[in-house]
């Protein structure tokens, strides 16, 4: 499985310039890694909240990536982490984090208290762990039952980013495919509100990145290939 971040610039710079280094901690996979520096990019300790979002297909193997990047921003900040409810990258989130970081966590969730309109895709028992483990559930964020379930998991999507427009915020994605509709309307919706975008590309090339309307991908870091 490769991996590879990239940041979504809101302008023409590329890598190499002057600037304070990223480091996303432990998020090397594999043998070799190489982390080039950027302008305007900071630690992860410059945001106060960091959400996160990704493919409900993206495979457990991902578990060791979304857990370093998890726990980079936990140990290296006192941020906020914002994640959905879906099964796939959401889960993945939700299960790196320890159970004495829990009151750190929103969850956006597009179904009601235990469950009530959740559908095969929702990580039903995660969330309902979380939030008797301290984390602020947000319960029918995408509309209540009379929305339809496509519409209400869009706008949950949209509530989540909107929550991360409101302070300084940055969004972590993983994808494991070029065509994430919900994930990459995320971060399109990021990227028109100024919200610095971060996406790990799980088991594709990179060059498959769709543009989001405004700036470039710019290589950030680089993990090797693990089986």
Do not use: E, H
Request: hydrophobic share 50%; with cysteine.
């Amino acid at each position: 499985m490769s991996a590879l971040s990239f940041f979504l610039s809101l302008g023409s710079v590329r890598p190499g310039g002057a600037g304070r280094l990223l480091r996303l901690g432990l998020v090397g996979v594999g043998s070799c890694s190489a982390v080039f520096a950027y302008i305007g990019v900071t630690m992860f300790s410059s945001f106060s909240s960091v959400g996160f979002c990704g493919s409900r297909s993206l495979p457990v193997s991902a578990q060791p990536l979304v857990a370093s990047v998890v726990s980079s921003v936990l140990s290296g900040s006192s941020a906020r982490l914002v994640v959905g409810c879906s099964v796939g990258a959401d889960a993945l989130v939700l299960s790196s984090v320890p159970q004495s970081s829990l009151s750190r966590v929103s969850v956006f969730a597009a179904f009601g208290f235990s469950g009530r309109s959740a559908c095969s895709l929702s990580a039903v028992p995660l969330v309902a762990t979380a939030g008797r483990g301290g984390a602020f559930v947000n319960w029918w964020s995408g509309g209540r039952l009379s929305v339809p379930l496509r519409l209400r998991l869009a706008k949950r999507s949209l509530a989540l980013v909107q929550f991360l427009a409101r302070r300084r915020s940055a969004l972590v994605c993983f994808l494991s495919s070029p065509s994430s509709r919900g994930s990459l309307l995320a971060c399109r919706v990021a990227v028109r509100l100024g919200i610095p975008v971060f996406v790990f590309c799980v088991g594709f090339s990179p060059s498959r990145l769709p543009r989001l309307g405004r700036g470039s991908w710019s290589l950030v870091q680089v993990a090797g290939s693990q089986a």
